[in-house]
C-alpha cells in the first residue's frame, strides 16, 4: 500500500464533530474535515447547506455548539473574544466576496491597515503593503479610493490585505461571486499562483469553474454535513 503523500504535510485546518444549531435548525451536523499545509479545498453545495457556517467557524467568527475547530495548532474554542480576533488577524486571511474595503481609506491604508492592527509600525506596514500592490499588479492606483477602483482592482487590493500578515491559511468566500468573467479569472490566477507557492486555501463557492481551476480536493456539503469529497486536477 503507498502512502499519502500528503500524510506528512501539517494539519492547518481540523474540524472534529463539529454541529452548529441555530434554535431548531442544525447549520451543521457533525462535520470533521482536515486541510494540510498548501492545500487548496473548495468548498460546495447549495444555499443553506451549511458552507457559510463551516467557513465562519474555521475563521473563529462563530462557535460550535460542540465539537472542536482547531486552526494552525489552536483550539479556537479555547480563544475568548478578543483572543480571536487577534488569532485572525495574525494567523488567518479573509477574502469576501464583496470586498469588504474601508471607502474612506485609499488602496494602500486599507491594505497596511491589516498590519498595524497586530502592532506593526505604520511606516513597515505601508512598505509591505506597497510591495504587495506591486506584486499584484496595482501599485500605480495605492492612492486611488474603493469607489474609484474597477472590481477587479478592489479584489486584488483585499488579497493584498489578506496577505499582509503571511497567514497560515486563506478563506475565500466567493471571491469571484461579485466580478465580471475577466476580473473573475484573474483572481482565479491569483488564487492558483498564491497555492502554487504553498499558501493554504479554504474557498466557498457556488462556482464549479473556480473549484475545478483553483481547488486540489472538493468537499461538498448537504443539510450540515459533509456529503462526498474528492481530489481535483487543476484545470488551465
Request: negative net charge; proline residues 4%.
Given at each position: ?106 488602496a ?25 500592490l ?13 469607489a ?9 487590493v ?25 476580473s ?23 462556482d464549479?469553474?473556480?473549484?475545478s ?24
Amino acid at each position: 500500500m503507498t502512502s499519502d503523500p500528503d500524510s506528512s504535510r501539517q494539519v492547518v485546518v481540523r474540524l472534529d464533530d463539529v454541529h452548529k444549531e441555530y434554535g431548531h435548525v442544525k447549520a451543521l451536523d457533525g462535520v470533521r474535515l482536515d486541510i494540510r499545509a498548501g492545500e487548496a479545498v473548495a468548498v460546495m453545495g447549495p444555499s443553506g447547506c451549511g458552507k457559510s457556517t463551516l467557513l465562519n467557524m474555521v475563521a473563529g467568527l462563530d462557535r460550535p455548539t460542540s465539537g472542536t475547530v482547531q486552526v494552525h495548532g489552536q483550539d479556537l474554542g479555547a480563544l475568548n473574544e478578543t483572543g480571536l480576533a487577534l488569532f485572525r488577524r495574525r494567523h488567518i486571511g479573509m477574502i469576501f466576496q464583496f470586498f469588504n474595503l474601508i471607502d474612506d481609506l485609499p488602496a494602500l491604508d486599507n491594505v497596511a491597515l491589516a498590519a498595524q492592527l497586530t502592532g506593526t509600525s505604520a511606516r513597515q506596514a505601508r512598505r509591505r503593503a506597497l510591495e504587495l500592490l506591486d506584486e499584484l499588479g496595482i501599485a500605480d492606483r495605492k492612492d486611488a479610493y474603493p469607489a474609484a477602483l474597477s472590481g477587479g482592482e478592489r479584489q486584488r487590493v483585499a488579497v493584498a490585505r489578506s496577505l499582509m500578515n503571511r497567514p497560515a491559511l486563506l478563506l475565500a468566500d466567493e471571491p469571484t461571486g461579485a466580478l465580471d468573467s475577466r476580473s473573475g479569472e484573474q483572481v482565479m490566477d491569483l488564487l492558483i499562483d498564491l497555492n502554487q507557492i504553498g499558501q493554504t486555501l479554504l474557498i466557498v463557492t457556488h462556482d464549479p469553474h473556480l473549484a475545478s481551476r483553483c481547488a486540489s480536493r472538493l468537499i461538498e456539503v448537504a443539510d450540515g454535513r459533509v456529503s462526498s469529497e474528492s481530489q481535483l486536477e487543476p484545470t488551465a
